[in-house]
C-alpha cells in the first residue's frame, strides 16, 4: 500500500529510535516509553481549561474541560483518549482537544479513565460512561446545551465512545447527538484481511495489537 510521505517520514523516524518493540515491555514501561517519544509540540490557545474530578463507579474521575471563545451555552465533546485501553491520558491528547475546541467552536472534556491492564472491563467503559453523563446532568453549570452532547476518541477511544452511546441507548440517557469515531476499534477479530494485509509496516503492528 503507498504510504503519504508525511507517515514515511514519521516511520521512519520511529525507527530510527531503536526502542524495542511496545509488546515486549510490560504496561507500565510501555506508557514511560510512550510519554517519552511524544513530540514536545506545544497545543493551541483556547478561552479556557479547567482541571477536576467527577464521581466514576472506582473513584474520581479526572477530566480536563477546554472551553472556546465566544457565549454559550455551547455544543460539548466528550473525548475519550486512545492507547489500547493501556496507554495514554489526558495530557497525550491535549493538542487533540484544543484543536478540536477551537475548530468545532464546542466545549470538550476529555476523560481520563482507568487503564488496563490494572483495571480490566469493564473499567474504561463504566468510567467514560459515568463522566458523560455526569456532563449532561451538569450541562447548567458547564453552560453547554444539553441537546448537542456527542461522544468521541481515537482507537480505543473511539472503541468507547460507541460503547457510551450504546449505553445511553440502554439504559435511556443522556441523549448522543454525535459520535465522532476517529479509527475506532469496532471488532476485536485479529485474522481479518485488513489485520493480515497490514500487519507490518505501518506502526501499529498486529503483534501490537494482541498485545
Not at 530510527?16 to 515486549?24: D, I, K, N, S, V
Not at 479526572?62 to 475519550?80: C, H, K, M, S
Not at 488496563?116 to 460512561?129: G, K, L, N, V, Y
Not at 445511553?168 to 479509527?183: E, V
Request: hydrophobic share 40%; with cysteine; charged share 20%.
Amino acid at each position: 500500500m503507498p504510504i503519504d510521505p508525511q507517515a514515511r517520514t514519521v516511520l521512519e523516524a520511529m525507527a530510527g529510535l531503536g526502542l524495542p518493540a511496545y509488546w515486549t515491555l510490560s504496561a507500565e514501561e510501555a506508557r514511560r516509553q510512550f510519554e517519552a517519544t511524544r513530540p514536545p509540540i506545544p497545543g493551541e490557545p483556547v478561552a479556557r481549561v479547567e482541571d477536576r474530578t467527577v464521581p466514576g463507579p472506582g473513584g474520581d474521575i479526572p477530566i480536563r474541560i477546554y472551553t472556546p471563545e465566544g457565549g454559550g451555552p455551547f455544543p460539548v465533546l466528550v473525548f475519550f483518549h486512545g492507547g489500547g485501553w493501556v496507554l495514554g491520558n489526558i495530557s497525550s491528547h491535549d493538542n487533540t482537544c484544543r484543536l478540536l475546541t477551537n475548530r468545532a467552536r464546542c466545549k470538550v472534556v476529555s476523560v481520563d479513565y482507568r487503564l488496563a491492564p490494572e483495571h480490566r472491563f469493564p473499567a474504561a467503559a463504566d468510567d467514560s460512561f459515568a463522566a458523560t453523563a455526569w456532563v449532561a446532568a451538569h450541562a447548567a453549570e458547564l453552560d453547554i446545551d444539553p441537546s448537542r452532547i456527542a461522544v468521541g476518541g481515537d482507537s480505543a477511544g473511539g472503541n468507547l465512545a460507541a460503547v457510551v452511546a450504546i449505553m445511553a441507548r440502554d439504559k435511556g440517557g443522556p441523549r448522543i447527538a454525535h459520535q465522532l469515531l476517529i479509527y475506532p476499534v469496532t471488532d476485536f477479530d485479529l485474522t481479518t484481511r485488513s489485520y493480515l494485509e497490514n500487519a507490518e509496516g505501518y506502526l501499529l503492528t498486529k503483534e501490537w495489537m494482541d498485545w
